[in-house]
């Protein structure tokens, strides 16, 4: 099993960011070995036998930090989770010894198949049993502890009896997971459906925080003419959501923050901006306000 690269806890709070690993600046970074605070990749696409990806990925390995990030547990599902998709995930987290590893409070497969999208829960009372079973049977077989992202939402059920930090906070306090803070996918649920990303970071259990996702979205309208935000990861942080990060860092302090870019992605200098910019927020962020006026400042992108 490999062991972290030495330099991993000497980091400071300002060389966290990192980004998606793509095969497309595998050479690059090998061959440069650019100033990154560490690497993402997805589960699924390294659960094959070995093969080039594999070859690059333990090389990246030897030299990065890694986070694995998995998009088809389907925690959420009313349904038990595929023992042989979990038996893959196991063997996987073993060979690498990530830094972190995540997934997505969500739903995708069912009986009859699996679904290319990450689906909404209701938050009730039966789901909550269920999702928190789901977790502490993640973390018994991988053996550690994982950390679960909030979801992109387009709409919300009416069933719902919990507010979703409510929810969240509930899944990590009766299972001692950790959080991964999607702080776009909180601005595009809150355009969505129209309530304050701002007070959504105030009411997160942020001591449970231990990485944060920064990604572009796609604005449409829906039939009525009003904002449509999609979480489609192929362009640069907007604006509203860099703010909110900026929030929501004012209040964890520093925190392990990837750039997610899944579509359309860029050559490495563009993508590799986006880090940088993420450290000069946490930079910034970190400075104390030097009067009332500016701790008081507009909260950009409410509601836009």
């Not at 009986?111 to 049977?137: K, M, N």
């Not at 829906?222 to 489609?232: A, F």
């Amino acid at each position: 099993m490999p062991t972290p690269p030495p330099f991993v806890d000497s980091l400071r709070p300002f060389e966290l960011a990192g980004v998606g690993l793509k095969a497309e600046h595998y050479r690059l970074i090998l061959e440069s070995r650019p100033a990154i605070g560490f690497f993402e990749v997805h589960a699924e696409n390294y659960m094959g036998e070995g093969g080039p990806p594999h070859r690059f990925l333990r090389a990246v390995r030897d030299a990065y930090p890694l986070s694995i990030h998995g998009v088809g547990l389907s925690i959420g599902a009313d349904r038990p989770l595929d023992p042989e998709h979990l038996r893959r995930l196991k063997t996987l987290v073993a060979a690498y010894s990530p830094l972190l590893f995540s997934e997505h409070l969500a739903w995708s497969g069912h009986e009859r198949g699996f679904l290319d999208d990450l689906l909404p829960i209701p938050y009730t009372r039966e789901s909550l049993a269920r999702v928190a079973d789901h977790v502490d049977q993640v973390q018994e077989t991988l053996g550690r502890r994982m950390l679960l992202e909030n979801p992109a939402t387009y709409l919300a059920f009416e069933e719902s009896t919990y507010a979703e930090t409510e929810f969240i906070a509930e899944v990590a306090r009766r299972t001692g997971c950790g959080l991964l803070l999607d702080v776009n996918n909180v601005y595009v649920s809150s355009i969505n459906q129209q309530w304050d990303p701002f007070a959504y970071i105030d009411a997160y259990p942020l001591a449970c925080v231990q990485e944060m996702h920064l990604a572009g979205h796609a604005r449409e309208q829906d039939e009525r003419g009003r904002p449509l935000l999609i979480d489609t990861h192929d362009r640069p942080v907007a604006d509203a959501v860099w703010a909110l990060f900026a929030h929501a860092i004012r209040k964890t302090g520093p925190v392990r923050t990837l750039i997610e870019w899944d579509a359309n992605v860029p050559d490495w200098p563009t993508l590799h901006a986006q880090a940088a910019r993420a450290d000069a927020v946490v930079r910034l962020a970190m400075v104390p306000a030097r009067d009332s006026n500016r701790a008081q400042a507009p909260r950009p992108g409410v509601l836009a």
